[in-house]
């Protein structure tokens, strides 16, 4: 079982930019496919981005493709979120998820972070 903690969440203003970081702890990162998840309140919860084991392979959301660049570090365990050009309806609590497969399906995930807030003002 791996843990994962989220960090980096935060108000900030539209067309500012946030980086999140989640890190793993219990299991090394590499063996794991990692991404990044969002929900707002009263929605569902909404697939943002992913990444391989060895990061050479990404996708992205519509929603937040060519603004947002998911990335990774094994040597430290880590996952990154780079967000940027962001916009009022980013807002929301962002969740990585690691899991053993290339899916943007939030129930082929097996293990979840307990989320950072991210706020966007008008």
């Known amino acids: 079982q791996v843990q994962l903690v989220e960090s980096g969440g935060g108000l900030v203003q539209a067309g500012g930019s946030l980086r999140l970081s989640c890190t793993a702890s219990g299991r090394t990162l590499s063996m794991y496919y990692m991404g990044w998840f969002r929900q707002a309140p009263g929605k569902e919860r909404e697939f943002v981005a992913l990444i391989n084991r060895n990061g050479d392979n990404t996708s992205s959301g519509n929603s937040v493709l060519g603004r947002f660049t998911i990335s990774r570090d094994n040597a430290k365990n880590t996952v990154y979120l780079q967000m940027n050009n962001l916009m009022p309806e980013d807002t929301g609590v962002y969740y990585c998820?690691?899991?053993?497969?290339?899916?943007?399906?939030?129930?082929?995930?097996?293990?979840w972070g307990q989320g950072t807030q991210v706020t966007v003002s008008s």
């Open positions: 998820a690691a899991g053993f497969r290339f899916t943007a399906r939030d129930n082929e995930f097996d293990y």
